[in-house]
């Protein structure tokens, strides 16, 4: 089965338009509509992740760090 993938609007009295494609014609298929919007929200969640994490390990010597949290987890 051959999948097609169009980006297009929905118009404000909801209808789709969807390119010339000769080999739909007198085809049953099955449309999917998954808004644009949520993939730009993932895309930001990594930015967000980042910018909140960033310099959560404050000191240059992160080995030291790793080492002195398992040697008090530990004990």
């Known amino acids: 089965m051959r999948a097609f993938k ?3 609007r ?3 009295d909801g209808t789709i338009q969807i390119p010339f494609t000769p080999s ?3 085809t049953d298929v099955e449309i ?3 808004p644009r919007s949520e993939k730009k929200t993932i895309k930001n969640a990594g930015k967000e992740f980042v910018k909140k994490w ?3 390990l404050h000191s240059n ?3 030291s760090s790793k080492f002195d949290y398992l040697s008090e987890k530990y004990k």
């Open 6 to 8: 169009f980006n297009t």
């Open 10 to 12: 929905i118009s404000n």
């Open 24 to 26: 739909l014609f007198n």
């Open 32 to 34: 999917i509509i998954l």
């Open 54 to 56: 960033a310099g959560f």
């Open 61 to 63: 010597d992160i080995d």
